[in-house]
């Protein structure tokens, strides 16, 4: 069975100083794995998705299969990051996402 | 282009009750997918339908039940509801095929079951 685990349900940070969210799978197939965001009152969105290996409003996530991690980084926490961070996997035979529970990310003054 | 939305916003039952909630998908997606949100938790998978039917289910029992319409909006509908049905019920629509294609998520039908 598929599973995602983000080990943090809160991480708070000062403007300014790197952020890393967490997330580890366990899948026996080849991992697609995504991040998705939900900053306050809105809904949930695609931040990023491994095989695009793009940067997103400063975040990157690089997939370490040796790991099993998908950790979302970002060099230099901005205010207007803070929100909900979701991690996600996607299961080709059962069109599925599989979401992690969740970090919630506070960038303080 | 319009986006997801879904009916009610929310709303209250009591136990043993049905509930019917509502997706409109997004303009040219084909595929709706719903989800439960237990507060405090991530969505969970319930099930997809891609063209009107069924096109996976997650670890939920068969009261959970839906349909898609030929305009691919779609229904989610729970019978027998218990008090752990609680939740934030999310759709989601994509473009279906055999690959993942980004699913754009409605805001969300806040259920309370009493």
Redesign the interface.
Known sequence: AQRVTQPEKLLSVFKGAPVELKCNYSYSGSPELFWYVQYSRQRLQLLLRHISRESIKGFTADLNKGETSFHLKKPFAQEEDSAMYYCALFNNAGNMLTFGGGTRLMVKP | ETG?TQSPTHLIKTRGQQVTLRCSSQSGHNTV?W?QQAL??????IF?Y?REEE????NFPPRFSGLQFPNYSSELNVNALELDDSALY?C?SSLGG???N??????GTRLTVL
């Open positions: 997801v997918s989800y405090g938790q991530g969505p969970q998978f997809q891609y096109n996976g289910r997650g999310l989601a055999l690959e993942y980004e699913q754009f998520f409605g805001p």
